[in-house]
């Protein structure tokens, strides 16, 4: 970090100290733009909840490419936008260069450990929300046969494809995984024809319910899954209501929640790890009219069994990101 | 491996191979016209865009190929006028083209649809439908060819044949007919042409507006054939990687469509790590199959195998002398 940025950040939050306290709270959304139905979308969600009940005002940038993370936090933290709150793993190593020049400024980072004094890092415990899918895929399938489609390579994504596996396992031990990564560029979350491709061939392969964690792409898996008559999964935000009667469920992650605690909190961020896991209700499987056909009340009960066992501790689901390993499926 | 797999992976090829094959046609004819086409992922995006939205407000997906076509026409005229008539430099107006098109699609649908840049999802009317050709449930008890007529050559949208039929009518136009002859003419030296008193112009904007309408084809195909609407970014290189296959056929259209079935295949067996394994017995990170595209256009390009020798005239706007 240059002398120069250091003292303009300086001077720039000296200048605003003052007006810290009626600062505006900002969000920074990740590569795939607020409207992605999905990740983003909810951390929407949760802003816009947060303005309708408070009737305050925020500020929010959306990504447009990697080389603008960096200037977009800057930005925000330079004309005192206080707490600013940032979607993605992808922003954890320029946080990590941007957090101490601007110590009065509270970051908040959703899906990653930033370890910052003004930093707080907000995860979900995604493993244990795609167990619970992962069981009712593997009760729903009648193939014994699930799929999981990803969106980028990465450690997050495993991480919610080995739940996902280890929970259709642990409902029917015959059940064959099948498991696809869409590619390894950011551009893997806006694939819909490839994630289109990647059902079609799971499908071919038996597969019967496909769970799509995989950002935009994912509106190609759920259309080419409801299109051959398959079931899916969504993720993240509810996305059983994108095709009626023939999406199971969704793996609910409540970064809605996590985004509007944030904002709530304003200044007075509690700093460190705060981990969402399926006792905070921060992950968890949606139900409404579009599946109620789909899941029977048994099935239901013996999930939420499954949930409560997970809550007590009396099941733990192994975490891919724990040891970057998995031993219900190989990648 | 089974022969339903090997039928799986065919059809996934077929499937994959059309939206390049059009962009690659379609960069055929500008290319050959001595017009370098770099922004043949714009216009595929464009089109993308258009004929979702047109198709999703109208219900009628044949108005939303028009539409796709008129948008990728547009972005073609506007290409022409930058790099014809003006004479500026070509890539340039290619890579403009991109980025209008990446921007701008994102942003009219946002204001058309307020749904942060997408179209609604199609139903019914709105997409093509997979066709089932005349036969196929009879054929398929032939063996072996009756599955592969059932499964692989059946069954797709009407794109998927119309951009079969333009290989050989690409090559008929090209090679076989008058305007063809001028056209490959004034991409090898326009001065020759000019002095045969035909206007290089006028050629030169005819296969630009060729190039346009295909790869409207490819950007509806795309959007309202292989999915139900349209997202962000949805041609994600597809424009780049039938530059690449262009040069890999070295210009010639049979050529294209094999170097686009290969393409397309690596892109079936990404989806198929299983059978790499089975085949090969190790296992093969899919991400040398996405990159082997660029890897193999690199490698002919370098000479290696044959060589790949542009039109002449390409890339230079042409100035009568005075």
Redesign the interface.
Known sequence: MTLMKSLLGAAASLALTAGAALADPAIVFDLG????KSFN?AAFNGAKKWAEETGGSYREIEMQSEAQREQALRRLAETGSNPVVMTGFAFGSVLGEVAPDYPDTDFVIIDMVVDQPNVTSVVFTEHEGSYLVGYMAAQASKNNTVGFIGGMDIPLIRRFACGYAQGAKAANPDTKV?A??T??TP?AW?????G???T???I??GADVVYAAAG?TG??VL?AAADAGALSIGVDSNQNG?HPGKVLTSMMKRVDVAVYDAFTAGTEQPGGVKVLNLAAEGVGYAMDENNAELVSADMQATVDAIAAKIIDGEITVHDYMSDESCPALNF | MDY??LL?IFD?TL??ATPLLLACLAGLFSERAGIFDIGLEGKILAAAFMSAAVAAVSGSVWLGLFAGIGASLALSALHGVASITFRGNQLISGVAINFLAAGLAVLVAQSWFG????TP?LIGAGRFEELALPFAESLRAVPVLGPFYADVISGHSILVYVALLCVPMTWYVLFRTRFGLRLRAVGENPAAVDTAGVSVVGLRFAAVGICGLLCGIAGAY?STG????F????S??RGFIALAALIFAKWRPWYALGACLLFGLF??LE????VIEAVLGFKVQ??LL?ALPYIMTVVILAGFVGKAVPPRAGGEPYVKER
């Open positions: 733009g607020k409207f992605d979308e099948i696809n990564m590619g390894t551009a806006n694939d819909p024809v490839k289109g491709e990647l079609k061939a799971q071919s392969q935009g509106v190609g259309q994108m | 339903a797999t799986q996934s499937r994959l749904q942060g840049g997408r999802a795309l292989l999915n139900a609407g997202v962000k970014d949805m994600a290189g892109g079936a989806s198929r790590p299983d899919a991400q996405s």
